[in-house]
Structure formats: C-alpha cells, structure tokens
C-alpha cells in the first residue's frame, strides 16, 4: 500500500471508527461477519441528541445569519450548553444575534462577553470556552482555525474552511495538528450527518448500484442576497456586509454553495479530482466580482468524471442535488436507489409523524446533528475530525473555480503548489484596493 493510501485510509478510519464509537448504538457484531463473507460496512448510528456532561462553554465568532443558527444549533445539541462569548467586526450583526439569543433562549451574555473587531476571534477563544463555533466570512476561517486549535479549543467551522490554496493549506496542517492534540474538529457539510444520505452511503458502499461510474451535482438557483453600498460605509464594510459576491470573502458560490453537492461526490467516491475543466460567466450579477454560473467537469486519477454544475440567476430552471451512476444502477444519493430500467430498488424509509403518517424528511436537523454529533465526540472521549476530508472537497472546488476564471486546464498538484492568496493582508475599516472586476478566461493568470 503506498503512502497516499495509507493516508486515506487512515484517514477514514478516524471518521468511520470515531462516529460509530461515539455516536453509539452499534457493537462489534455489527461490524465483523464471517471470515467466510467480505465484511460489509455499517453506517453510524447517530444519536437524536447529545448525552448529558459536565458544562460546555462555547463562543461564537461571526454573528450573521449563519452565525446565529450556528449558536442555536448548538445549544439544541444536548443538555449543559452554553454560548457565553461572542465576536463579531459588525456592531449591529453582534447585537442583533445577542437580542436573538437573549429573546428566543434566555442566554444573556455580558457586555464584557461581546467583542468587536477583526481580532474579535481571538478575544472569544482566550475567554473562558471549550468549544468555538467559526462561522465568520470564510477568507477569515484559516487564521482563526489555526488561533483555535493553539488555543487548545474544540471546533466547529462553517464550510468552506478556505477562499484559497494557500488558506485551504493552512486549513489542513491545523487539522492534523487539532488530530494531534486530540481536539474534536466538525466543519458545516451538513449532509455528512443527514441520516438518509448516511445510510445511502452505506448501501453504495455496500454495492447496491455496482462499481461507481460518473456522477452529476448542481447548485441552481434564483440570484442571491445583495447588500448596496450605503454612504458612510468604507469599501471594507460594504464588502463584508456583502461578501458572499466577492471571491476573496466567500469564494464565490461554487465554493459556498455548490461544495456540498461536491462533497457528496468526493464522499461516496472516497476519492477527490486531480484535473478540473470548467468555463463560467457573468451576466446578470450586479455586484461584486464572482460569476453567475459555472460548468466543471472534474476527472479521477482512474480516468472516472463527474460534473458539478452551480448558477445564481432568476428565472432559470432550479435543481440542487446529486445524481451518481454505477454499472447496476443510479442513486441521488440521498433516499433512492433506481436500476437502469428506472425501477425504483431500493429506498430510505423515514420515521412515522406524529399524525400517523410516514415522514418524508429526517425528524433531527443536519444543522443540529453536526453539533450533537460534535459534543457526544467530546463527551464521550471518541474522536471526530472532518478537517482533511472537507478540505478534499474545498480545494477541489477551488480547482473547479480557477478552471473556469482562466479557462485552462487545473490540477490538483496546481492548487497544492499554488501561492494564490485572496484578499488583503491587514484588515481595517478602509479602503480596499479590490476592483469590482470578474475574471476574463483566456487572459486571467
């Protein structure tokens, strides 16, 4: 076995073996068959909440919408949970989470709980927290990940984990150094923790659709969220209030949306790309500098390609999901399980509603299984760390982004070797020399 597969298995084994060791419910019968019999793998089993344990304290950086959820989800894990600091570089997003949770939870945090600035982050995890929640603009998540897995704290981190090759680099050396000091790391792929998509996987692991051939994922929708400058803002500001239509804050939006159905791919492939080719455009966008759409095809080391197709314009035709195609059949990776005469062989089965009838979605969030599924690892002493996996799908989006801004062919050892770095170097309330300017392929180095 070389190295690379070593790695990847050891890999893994620290995902599969911590859920099903801490997450519970199954013992070892469930894992070993016959010696006659190739074993099967068993998908973990998680829990519908989190068990009860000593006080957890956690912080939260980056008070936005996702941020607020993200304190929420939390605090719906388990018993004996807490969010007792907060960050933000925005007054009103501070304020407006802190009104949330005091309104809506009873938490009240102290005046000298909240902190303001572009080293709020650091002020949150030297207070007195176990766990931080990272969910400010992802250009943000290498520098605090790192600040945080040094600091001897638990995390969980909004996706994407990085804007860049460079960010995305760091993202993984502070992964292996979270694995190292046995710090519980979650990143938002919330569908890693969706019981339907779990046990879809454990059936095509399992060979319920033959060898695994290609695949299709799309992420398109209407236009997104567009915040117009205001006089009085600086260009930081507006930018930031606005940063999911700038590369350097969000990495445009096949990287902060369309990386979930990438992930799934990588997922169930249990591989990532090594060659991307892509185009985009922009058209209708009226901010920023990111494009409208894109179209990637994404190639193996084996010669196997799947296509990732993401788009932000009105009045189009919409689709958000995945589709992956073996040699007996096809799933959407989800629920469904269909053989090439479109015979439907195979489907999750959701649990009864109260009312009598079969569910047709899962009972527990995903957005609050990551932090059930985080704070039983920590409770339970059974580690869980997401970061290398993650960081797989991340940077092969950004591959499938940088295809598509030159028009050339990416690799994977492009994006590992690669000194792109996104955004400014020192943060203020200022001006911030970054034209509103999207890429032109054929020219854009």
């Not at 059949?329 to 999750?348: P, S």
């Not at 994977?412 to 955004?423: A, C, E, H, I, T």
Request: with cysteine; proline share 5%; hydrophobic share 35%.
């Amino acid at each position: 076995m070389n190295k690379k597969s070593k790695d990847l298995s050891r890999r893994r084994f620290i995902g599969d073996a911590a859920a099903i060791g801490a997450l519970g419910a199954l013992g070892v019968g469930a894992l070993v068959t016959s010696c006659h019999s190739k074993p099967k793998y068993t998908a973990p089993v998680f829990p519908d909440q989190a068990p009860d344990g000593p006080r957890l304290k956690a912080g939260l950086v980056g008070c936005g919408d996702r941020g607020t959820g993200a304190a929420f989800d939390f605090l719906s894990a388990g018993p004996n949970l807490e969010i007792v600091a907060m960050g933000d570089v925005l007054q009103d997003r501070l304020d407006r989470c802190r009104n949330a949770l005091r309104e809506h939870r009873g938490v009240e945090i102290p005046d000298d709980r909240c902190f303001l600035g572009f080293d709020s982050y650091r002020k949150v995890i030297d207070s007195d927290i176990d766990v931080v929640l990272l969910c400010q603009p992802t250009h943000f998540r290498p520098e605090s990940l790192l600040y945080a897995v040094q600091a001897r704290k638990h995390v969980f981190a909004e996706k994407c984990v990085g804007v860049d090759p460079v960010g995305v680099r760091s993202v993984m050396a502070s992964g292996r150094m979270a694995e190292a000091a046995g710090l519980n790391v979650v990143v938002g792929t919330q569908r890693r923790h969706q019981k339907d998509y779990v046990k879809t996987f454990e059936m095509v692991k399992n060979g319920a659709i033959g060898d695994l051939i290609s695949a299709n994922c799309y992420w398109n929708q209407g236009s997104f969220r567009h915040v117009y400058p205001r006089e009085g803002w600086s260009d930081m500001e507006a930018m930031i209030r606005d940063f999911f239509n700038w590369c350097w804050l969000s990495g445009d939006h096949i990287l902060d949306q369309n990386i979930h159905n990438i992930d799934i791919i990588v997922w169930f492939f249990e591989k990532y790309p090594v060659s991307a080719v892509g185009f985009g455009g922009r058209h209708r966008r009226p901010l920023g500098d990111q494009y409208d759409f894109f179209s990637v095809d994404f190639a193996f080391d084996d010669g196997r390609h799947f296509h990732a197709m993401s788009r932000q314009i009105d009045g189009c035709a919409n689709n958000v999901s995945e589709m992956i195609y073996g040699t007996k059949g096809y799933t959407n990776c989800r629920n469904m399980i269909w053989d090439y005469d479109d015979n439907l062989i195979w489907e999750y089965e959701y649990p009864m509603g109260d009312d009598g009838t079969r569910r047709t979605s899962v009972v527990i969030s995903p957005y609050v299984q990551e932090h059930i599924n985080l704070v039983t690892a920590i409770r339970t002493g059974n580690y869980i760390n997401e970061v290398q996996n993650v960081c797989e799908s991340n940077m092969a989006a950004i591959m499938g982004r940088e295809s598509a801004y030159t028009g050339r062919q990416m690799t994977w050892d492009d994006m590992m070797n690669s000194n792109l770095r996104l955004g400014p170097t020192e943060y203020s309330m200022g001006p911030v020399d970054i034209p509103p300017v999207p890429p032109v392929p054929g020219t854009s180095s």
